[in-house]
């Protein structure tokens, strides 16, 4: 199936009192498959979130960051709008459910606007409601399959980020959803093993599956090979693109075999790798 990323992401503003930027931006890489990305006038942050259709549910991952003071965050608006229209356009109505790459606060912000809402399942950002959600049993070995009706998602457990992480292969689009643990901007390790191990078990999936592009959660690299935005920065004019290749897999495991048990900061053309303590 034919997806389109020729997009222009909003990236900010150098005053965001004057920005024109939406909370959220929308692209549709295809009829059944948006993405979210929230304005870094909203959130440094600027997490991108991913919406899947298939025949019988669509499912959200992630739900965003805290806005700065004063700004609202219109997620459940926008998302029960994309519902809508699908199902509109489909001639079915879609059950949602609100899930998560990870249990970071700023990926799960907007859980609470899904509460009590009705044909609405949210899943528990934790490694016992995760695994017990999609039925990954032997965490963090093995996968699992979460079909939406007529599209299976495979769920890879990647801890070493955050304990609870997982990665998510569509088998339509090719594309495999990689959260905070492969991304172009800051690769934050809480724990080596967990995260070299996490790496090597995406890098052999992406040598045995179709792989279109990894698709991260944040932009914090800029155009410039190695050269990534300080932190915090909320105008990025000169921002990497968002998705990146099967190949850069394998040289980020490739580059961690190499350090072995020594992890410190290593600096790649398109992420690099931060070692910090454990949270």
Not at 86 to 98: E, I, M, Q, T
Request: aromatic letters at 10%; charged letters at 20%.
């Amino acid at each position: 199936m034919a997806i389109s990323l020729d997009v222009r992401w909003i990236h900010g503003s150098p005053d965001c009192v004057a920005s024109a930027d939406p909370p959220l931006q929308v692209h549709a890489l295809d009829g059944d498959t948006f993405i979210l990305r929230q304005s870094k006038c909203l959130s440094f942050e600027a997490p991108f979130l991913y919406l899947f259709f298939g025949t019988e549910r669509a499912i959200l991952f992630d739900t965003g960051a805290q806005p700065v003071a004063g700004r609202q965050l219109p997620l459940r608006e926008v998302v029960s709008g994309l519902v809508a229209e699908w199902s509109a356009g489909n001639r079915r109505p879609a059950d949602l459910v609100v899930a998560h790459t990870h249990g970071h606060e700023d990926h799960v912000f907007g859980d609470d606007q899904f509460a009590g809402q009705p044909r609405t399942t949210i899943v528990p950002p934790t490694l016992d409601g995760v695994g017990a959600f999609f039925g990954l049993a032997d965490w963090p070995e093995g996968s699992a399959v979460f079909d939406l009706g007529g599209r299976p998602l495979t769920l890879i457990p990647t801890p070493g980020h955050e304990p609870s992480h997982v990665a998510v292969y569509d088998e339509r689009t090719g594309i495999l959803i990689t959260g905070d643990v492969v991304y172009p901007g800051f690769l934050y390790v809480r724990d080596r093993a967990a995260y070299r191990a996490s790496i090597d078990r995406l890098a052999r999936f992406a040598a045995t599956h179709p792989v279109t592009y990894l698709l991260g959660c944040h932009i914090e690299m800029t155009r410039t090979p190695g050269v990534a935005y300080p932190s915090g920065t909320t105008y990025q004019p000169e921002e990497h693109e968002l998705q990146l290749l099967p190949r850069h897999l394998a040289e980020l495991a490739a580059g961690l075999a190499v350090l072995g048990d020594r992890l410190v900061r290593k600096v790649f053309d398109d992420f690099i790798v931060e070692p910090v303590a454990r949270s």
